[in-house]
């Protein structure tokens, strides 16, 4: 199975909205409720930020939300601050208990 | 609070075999979650290699299952990763998880080479 496909690249200004999406098939995004998405800052380690395609671990800023329509999952980062900029990866369970990830986002707060 | 840690040589030769032990701490893996492998070569994207329960049920992605296997050690907390017949495509950041469908906990990652 390939991996999820992802926008390489995506921008917003500071206090904007921005949503990444994730396209995957029936065979993964769109068979199962198990999406995730991380954020990775330059040479740090990943962080999840939404799991179960919509919930946030403890911790995390409900400026990030997380949502699934057939096929394609989206991330959503409302009120965009400096430190949101970043790369960002979603992943998903897959048929044959595989798990897939998405090529990355990078994420550009202008 | 659960903390990881990646141990293991950072060269190994091509055609030998690639070998990583992680070891957990502040939670007792018997006590559940599955425990993963996930990969990351210099300036690329993230790839799933697989992830084992304490039982030692595996499941492996499907494009390195051949070369791949993992176990896991409940006596000393820990669990590893044996990559075989390594090219200089396995060279990447190595990073330990905690989890399956999701990762909610990592280690920092360590770096193999593969080269001569």
């Known amino acids: 199975q390939s991996a999820l496909t992802q926008p390489p690249s995506a921008s917003g200004s500071p206090g904007q909205s921005v949503t990444i999406s994730c396209t995957g098939t029936?065979?993964?995004?769109?068979?199962?409720?198990?999406v995730s998405w991380y954020q990775q800052h330059p040479g740090k380690v990943p962080k999840l930020i939404i799991y179960g395609v919509n919930k946030r671990p403890s911790g995390v800023p409900d400026r990030f939300s997380g949502s699934k329509s057939g096929n394609t999952a989206s991330l959503t980062v409302s009120g965009l601050q400096a430190e949101d900029e970043a790369e960002y990866y979603c992943t998903s369970y897959a048929d044959n208990n595989n798990v897939l990830f998405g090529g990355g986002t990078k994420l550009t707060v202008l | 609070q659960v903390q990881l840690q990646e141990s293991g040589p950072g060269l190994v030769k091509p055609s030998d075999t690639l070998s990583l032990t992680c070891v957990v701490s502040g939670y007792s893996i018997i006590n559940g979650y599955h425990w993963g492998w996930i990969r990351q070569p210099p300036g690329k994207a993230l790839e799933w290699i697989g992830s084992i329960f304490y039982t030692g049920d595996t499941y492996y992605n499907p494009s390195l299952t051949s070369r791949v296997s993992m176990s896991v050690d409940t006596s000393k907390n820990h669990f590893s990763l044996r990559v075989t017949s390594v090219s200089a495509a396995d060279t990447a950041v190595y990073y330990c998880?905690?989890?399956?469908?999701?990762?909610?906990?990592w280690g920092q990652g360590t770096l193999v080479t593969v080269s001569s």
């Open positions: 029936s065979s993964d995004i769109g068979g199962y409720t198990h």
């Open positions: 998880a905690r989890g399956y469908q999701y990762f909610d906990s």
